[in-house]
C-alpha cells in the first residue's frame, strides 16, 4: 500500500466506507502528529514500519478485549465520515490494529500501524475536493463577502417562490446515508464561517441568510454526485455571490499523502 499515488477512491480500488474489519481510519495534523494530548509522530511510525501503542490516556495503556474502533478508528464505528471535533487542516491516514502479545490479567493492549496517508479530502467525501475549497474560502472571506452572502440567499431565494431543494436534499442524503457527511460538512461551513466573523469583530444570527447560504453549499457537496440538479439548485446563493465553488483552489492540506 505505501507508495501509490492515490487520487480519488477509484483509482485506488479503495472505497473509504469499506474498509477490512480491522481496518480504519487515523485522523491527524497534516505534518502527520497527532492532536492535543496525542504527542505521536504517525509520519515517522509508517517510516519505520511500527506499531504504536493506543493509550486510554498519555501514559495509560488501553486493554479491551474486543478492538478499540470508538477510539482509534471513527469510521468503523458506524460514522462514515470524520466526527464534527477533527480540526482543520488535517492529514489522514489508513491503519489496521492488533493485539500486543502481552500476558498482562487486565486484557491485552492494542497497537495501531500506518499503512498509508492517503489524501485528507477523502474524509471530506466524494466531492472532496470542492468541500475543502470551499471551507478554505470561508476562512477569507471580507466582511462585505459576507454581506453578498446575505443578499444573494434572498436574490436566489425569495420568499414567494421557496424552493423545495433543501428538504429534496435531505430526503437523498437520509437514503444514500449520506446523512453523517451532509452534517458534518454543514457544521464545518457553519464554524469556518462564524470564525470569519469574529474576525471582523462582528456575530452572526442563528440561522442566518448568509449562514444558510453556506449551508446549502455544505448540503450539495453532500449529495452532488448523486443529483448534479439538484446540487445546482442548492449553491445558488453562494454561486450569487462568490461564483462558482468548483473553480475555487484546493488547499494544499487537501491533497497531502
Known sequence: MPGLGWEDWT???VDPDRLPADWGWKVTRPSGRGFD???IDYAACLRDRRSILIEETPGVPLRRHKQPWHRAAPHASGASY?????EIPFGLWIMSLAPNDDEEHSGRTWGQRMWSQVPAWWALGPQGRTAAALLARLEKLTWDEVLTLRRSYNKAWPTEREDPAWYEAQDLAASANRATLKNTLIKHTETALDRTARSHSKRLRGFSDEQKAVCFAAAALAIEDLSPSLA???LGPLRLALGDVHAYPVPSWAHSQ
Open 11 to 13: 483509482a485506488a480500488k
Open 37 to 39: 494530548d496525542d504527542p
Open 82 to 86: 470524520l466526527p464534527f471535533t477533527t
Open 232 to 234: 445546482h439548485r442548492l
